[in-house]
């Protein structure tokens, strides 16, 4: 061992040391324990990330957009910073517990904002994995010829490629032109899964969101059958606006639509899953092991663009136009929150 970094062990001490090359992911001092910690699943909540100096656990309630960290100091409760924090930390329970008490609280009743005053932010920012399923919907298929798969088709996405509600998609013009959208519904793992059973599987999920694989058509077939280079531009993972607990959510049944300048162009139900979310997260977790805060998007329905291009289907020319700077995307997925967007 140099002399540096044995200086720098010293100093520092053992704990602090490892924190910092990156081995823990200590509790800051703003948000050490204020009250006890509770472990465990988040059940009967809407969450929401805002941008209020910094990156704000919200939570949505009849009341309005709670700002979770400032309820949880003034009823001296804890509460993690982060959806990102509460997932993989595995402290859903917590920010319940402070939600709860905000509610029946008439001092915390200053603390409810209105959604329209509020300015979101990423849903979550550093999940550990972006997993995501190709040609998961029997009419998506169907409209581009291809047979349905014998096992899930999976691809991956990176973090850089996450965006907000409301957020913008700066096109990498220079390298593609063929931008199209999938609306998805997204699940995000609450507790880590590894070689799980399907009858168990939605008993380690956390939580769905609204989300679309946007994607460059043109980059994704470029080097035949690996489609992560078409996948993972910078806000090609939009996600939300809203993270709702998983009890309240019927995965395997939910209406979803995607609409382009104000025209519909998919709507179909998850009913029409090829592999559902219990059979997507067993395949997965036997192969890939997730972890808490992970998320998975699910595939999208038929009515995409690279489906009218290249199954030449009987419609409008006009509605199978690539995607190009100034359009507007806004994604509805039945329970999740409508989803918007902006390419520039």
Known sequence: MNSS???????AGAIGAVAALGGLN????????????KKGLARGLTLLTMRRNEYRLGAKTSKGILDVKEAAGLLNLYSPATLDDMLQREEGASVQAVVEAAMKSNAAQKLFLKEENIEYGPLVTRPEKIVCVGLNYRRHAQEIKMPIPKQPVLFNKYNNSLLHHGGTIKLPSAVATKFDYEIELVIVMGKEARDVSEKDALSYVAGYATGNDFSARDLQFETGGQWMQGKSSDGFAPLGPYFVTAEQVDPDNLNLECRVNGETRQSSNTNDL???CSQIISYTSARIPLRPGDIIFTGTPGGVIFGGVAGGLAVSKEKYVWLKAGDKIACSLEKLGELKFELV
């Open 5 to 11: 970094r044995r200086s720098f062990l010293e100093g």
């Open 26 to 37: 200590p509790v800051s001092a703003e948000t050490k324990p204020a009250g006890q910690q």
């Open 274 to 276: 090829i592999y559902n």
